[in-house]
């Protein structure tokens, strides 16, 4: 008796997606949130900002008001010339509002400084330096002794796993590496908060979702207050505990959506996917209004039937 | 050097007059005396070297035999004018430098000095002699007068228009890491200007070459004979042949002042920020 066929194609239960390689990362003393407390410090608060540039005719932002608890991740989207950017380099103290006030852990922030860190769009990451050189930047500034520099800085890049590279300088780097020596040199600094403008705007598809990836890593090991700002939607679901959608012309507050998924996020996982698909389709349809009250026109593109209606006629009027 | 060949055979050929236009071989001469060797390439029907010496035996016991090389006029003459050149190339990079950078930092100062230096830069350097001589006399004042106004105000210029090419995100990521005051300028700001700085200190080294050349032909300051002097001293003995190799001298030390020095701390500089291609 013939043994029975093997099935060419065994339909087996999917397997549970794989855990993700544990990568033996120590999380230095000096980036643990303070003994006792998972949330030690980083509690920002924006109350009532207002901004406007070029007289009072364009009004960036209007009394915009947001509280990042300590260790949330808070994303920002709107459209372009929202006003979000804006909102972001006056959190940081590099622009002073008209008025309202940037609090931080109950203290009034003013001006500039490295409690809290930027990651800018396009790095600004010192060229004469190296990428470690570039991350033990702020300790200098700082006059943290040399010895203890070195040690922070070897576990900074430890961190982004950017050892190999910590010599070469920063246009010898990859666009995304680049990013990630930019992020060191902002968690180097122990800061209460990390601020990032766009970070991942300019980099290719492949990239952005490596360094999601690792930002979420990131920010599940040091349990950093996160204030994000994005043009995309997709990233922010990826990310954030919560998302705040920008009004524009004025910039104000539209809308907010609590992104209550567990992290850290598999962002493959299909039942995640769904409530990703959910949580975009309101966001976007509201970034879509604020685009068409902008433009002053409502355009949305056609569907491809529509579009391709035509095709079959063409070539009758002749 | 198809046209040197030529040059040479025509006169040689024609029989031109060395007095009229000297030939190669002539300007030749006149450079390899002016280092102390003694050579007739120039005259027809000889080897060329050693120079037989003049049959005047008096005359030629009266001077030295041989100079030590450091003692040829040519020589010193570089070096004079080196020393000139390295202190006014000093005076006016600081000079100008400090301006620069107060253009760049004050709209106020940019307002007011900008249009005046593009002015000056329209004005040839030898055109403060007068002034110079007035206002100095004729002595090492005066040409380091001629060669600082002559190349100040082109690194000014330089240096302002480099600095403005900083891009802006520079200071802020300084700022937030917490360089404030003097440290932005010194850790961030000066490094991120050294593109510009490299540039300028280019510009300004061949403004003040020239401004110091052409002082030097006009300031005949007996005690130190500078390159200037001697093409000077070439013309009045109408010596056409030192007029020439003067010249070229003047533009070989140019050139690899240029090429040598100011054009590879340039090279060195964008390559360290990528700027290179």
Same mark, same amino acid.
């Given at each position: ?18 855990? &993700? ?28 900002? %207002? ?7 364009? &009004? ?19 459209? %372009? ?39 800018? $769009? ?62 060191? &040199? ?19 598809? $492949? ?13 599940? $090991? ?31 507050? &539209?809308?907010?959506? $609590? ?9 493959? %996982? ?40 035509? %095709? ?7 | ?80 004018s080196g020393v000139r050149l390295v202190a006014g190339f000093a005076i006016s990079v600081a000079l100008g430098g400090t301006i620069g950078l ?18 000056l830069?329209?004005?040839?350097s030898?055109?403060w002699?007068?002034?110079a001589?007035?206002c100095f006399?004729?002595n090492e004042k005066g040409i380091l007068f001629v060669l600082i106004m002559g190349s100040f105000s082109a690194i000014s210029?330089?240096l ?14 300084? /700022? ?13 700001? #000066? ?6 700085l490299?540039?300028s200190l280019?510009t300004g080294f061949?403004f003040a070459w020239r401004s110091l050349?052409?002082a030097? /032909? ?11 002097? #001697? ?47």
């Open positions: 008796m013939r043994a029975p066929a093997t099935p060419i194609l065994t339909k087996s239960a999917p397997e549970p997606p794989a855990p &993700r390689a544990e990568r033996p990362v120590a999380i230095p003393t000096w980036a643990r949130p303070a003994p006792g407390t998972t949330t030690g410090r980083g509690q920002l608060v924006l109350s009532g900002i %207002s901004k406007s540039f070029g007289g009072t005719s364009a &009004r960036a932002l209007r009394d915009v008001s947001i509280t990042c608890a300590p260790g949330e991740f808070v994303v920002v989207v709107g459209p %372009s010339g929202c006003g979000k950017s804006t909102l972001l380099n006056v959190a940081a103290g590099m622009i002073t509002p008209d008025s309202g006030t940037v609090t931080l852990d109950g203290q009034t922030a003013d001006g500039p400084g490295p409690d809290r860190a930027m990651v800018f $769009q396009d790095h600004g990451l010192f060229p004469w330096l190296t990428a470690a050189q570039n991350i033990e930047f702020g300790l200098k500034m700082a006059g943290v002794p040399r010895s203890e520099r070195e040690g922070r800085v070897e576990d900074a890049l430890r961190l982004v796993h950017l050892v190999p590279k910590r010599d070469k300088l920063i246009h010898e780097l990859s666009g995304g590496m680049k990013q990630r020596v930019s992020i060191a &040199r902002a968690l180097v600094m122990n800061p209460a908060v990390l601020l990032m403008d766009e970070p991942f705007a300019a980099l290719d598809a $492949q990239t952005r979702t490596l360094l999601h990836e690792q930002l979420q890593e990131l920010w599940c $090991q040091t349990h950093k207050t996160i204030l994000f700002v994005t043009h995309s939607v997709g990233e922010a679901v990826r990310l954030a505990d919560r998302i705040i959608v920008l009004h524009a012309h004025p910039g104000r507050i &539209r809308r907010e959506v $609590q992104v209550s998924l567990p992290h850290p996020r598999n962002f493959d %996982s299909s039942d995640i996917n769904q409530l990703v698909k959910l949580v975009r389709k309101e966001i976007e349809d509201e970034v879509n209004r604020v685009n068409a009250e902008m433009a002053e026109t409502y355009w949305k593109p056609q569907s491809p039937a529509d579009l391709g209606a035509d %095709s079959g006629l063409m070539g009758d009027g002749i | 050097m198809l046209i040197l060949a030529s040059w040479e055979t025509a006169y040689r050929v024609i029989g031109w007059k060395l007095w009229v236009f000297p030939a190669p071989s002539h300007v030749v001469d006149s450079l390899l005396e002016m280092v102390g060797v003694h050579t007739a390439f120039g005259e027809p029907l000889h080897t060329g070297w050693p120079r037989p010496l003049p049959e005047d035996r008096a005359a030629n016991a009266a001077r030295p035999q041989v100079e030590p090389w450091y003692g040829t006029p040519l020589v010193k003459a570089i070096s004079y107060l253009m760049w930092r004050f709209d106020a100062v940019d307002k007011m000095l900008g249009p005046l230096f593009l002015g830069q329209t004005l040839p030898v055109c002699v007068p002034l001589v007035l006399g004729i210029l330089v302002r228009d480099g600095l403005r090419t900083i891009p802006p995100l520079y200071p802020r990521a300084g /700022l937030m890491l917490g360089a404030r005051g003097w440290k932005l300028y010194w850790y961030v700001l #000066l490094p991120a200007s050294l593109p510009a490299a540039g280019r061949s050349m052409g030097e /032909l006009i300031f005949m300051v007996e005690k130190w004979r500078g390159l200037g002097y #001697l093409l000077q001293m070439g013309r009045e003995f109408s010596d056409i042949a030192r007029v020439v190799a003067v010249m070229i001298v003047m533009v070989v030390i140019g050139m690899l002042a240029d090429r040598w020095v100011f054009a590879i701390v340039q090279r060195r500089v964008q390559e360290r920020f990528g700027l290179g291609t």
